[in-house]
């Protein structure tokens, strides 16, 4: 998960988030690519990348300091079933990556193509937030998330050195991504809303709890295997 604006948590850490798991082979293997050429081009981002079997859309982030706020949480998911088979009688929408972004030199990630796709994400989000605070799980109250896929942070680059003794602190490379702007990934078609721990287990993050979301009927008209020239 990467906040786009800067989290205040007033009862932890965050320890748990809410994802949107990919799980396109297709898009998996643009994210592969992307990184070995960066790898290649820059290999001091080895350090920065993001396991691609880990990729997601983050909803929200929360802390759930024991287990019995852990299974609040659980609760608050399952009880949101019925409002998301509601909401999306018709089929969650398909979302197509496209375009390669950077953030203060700090996070590199692939853009959700979609501005109306990118809104009903955030007010899916925004809705479970609601849902989830009024059950009395510790929410971020102050970080905004803006659709994206990350693929590399620099701040995996610091991890386990003293940031006081590099020379200076590591940065994606901004310039470098200009190649990629109108880049495909290809399109997601989201099977599940995943309540998810901060830590790997396995191909993902460990989930704590899902529920599912029903499938767009409509046939997609994005290709899914376009290479589109990259």
Not at 13 to 35: C, E, G, T
Not at 190 to 208: K, N, P, S
Request: glycine share 6%; charged share 25%; net charge neutral.
């Amino acid at each position: 998960w990467t906040p786009l604006s800067s989290p205040g948590f007033r009862l932890g850490a965050p320890n748990y988030f809410l994802s949107l798991r990919i799980v396109s082979p297709h898009i998996i293997a643009k994210l592969d690519r992307l990184q070995h050429e960066f790898k290649q081009a820059h290999p001091s981002m080895a350090r920065m990348m993001v396991p691609t079997n880990h990729a997601h859309l983050t909803l929200f982030v929360m802390h759930c300091a024991d287990d019995a706020a852990l299974a609040v949480a659980q609760a608050a998911l399952c009880n949101s079933l019925e409002w998301v088979q509601e909401r999306y009688a018709h089929g969650f929408p398909r979302v197509e990556f496209r375009g390669v972004g950077t953030l203060d030199d700090r996070v590199m990630y692939v853009k959700v193509e979609d501005d109306a796709i990118r809104n009903e994400i955030r007010e899916l989000g925004k809705a479970l937030w609601l849902r989830f605070r009024s059950a009395g799980v510790a929410v971020d109250e102050k970080a905004t998330f803006e659709p994206h896929l990350t693929v590399a942070k620099a701040s995996k680059a610091t991890r386990g050195r003293a940031v006081r003794k590099l020379k200076r602190r590591p940065r994606v490379v901004p310039g470098s991504v200009d190649k990629y702007s109108v880049a495909l990934f290809g399109v997601e078609q989201f099977e599940a809303i995943e309540l998810c721990a901060m830590q790997a287990d396995g191909d993902f993050y460990r989930v704590e709890e899902r529920i599912p979301l029903q499938q767009c009927e409509e046939q997609d008209v994005s290709p899914l295997c376009s290479d589109d020239g990259w």
